[in-house]
């Protein structure tokens, strides 16, 4: 069975910093996207950001360019998010999740219906 495992949340003050951590297992297949989606009470899901295992490429929402980077730790079966200049807006339940679906290259995967698997998530409050 695919699992996924979110830590790394927490309380910080805003303008400061946080990183998530995705440990993946339980599975064997060589092209997949690895994405971190966060949902807030009362809020659709968004998709935040996503890291390719093909190519290592990434996407972002354009509410998080220039504060987030997503990464891997190929040896640690690994993807982190890296959240810095964190704002009140970012509060939310972050979710990490992958994907194993090939869709055309004008689709974005930071949609959450392309995802198979889920993490129970983890909570991240930005309060002063």
């Known amino acids: 069975q695919v699992h996924l495992v979110e830590s790394g949340g927490g309380l910080v003050q805003p303008g400061g910093s946080l990183r998530l951590s995705c440990a993946a297992s339980?599975?064997?297949?060589?092209?997949?996207?690895i994405g971190w989606f966060r949902q807030a009470p009362g809020k659709e899901r968004e998709g935040v950001s996503c890291i390719s295992s093909n190519d290592g490429s990434t996407s972002y929402a354009d509410s998080v360019k220039g504060r987030f980077t997503i990464s891997r730790d190929n040896a640690k079966d690994t993807v982190y998010l890296q959240m810095n200049s964190l704002k009140p807006e970012d509060t939310a339940d972050y979710y990490c999740a992958i994907s194993f679906l090939e869709v055309p290259g004008t689709i974005s995967y930071l949609t959450s219906e392309l995802y198979d698997y889920w993490g129970q998530g983890t909570q991240v409050t930005v309060s002063s």
């Open positions: 339980g599975f064997t297949l060589d092209y997949y996207h």
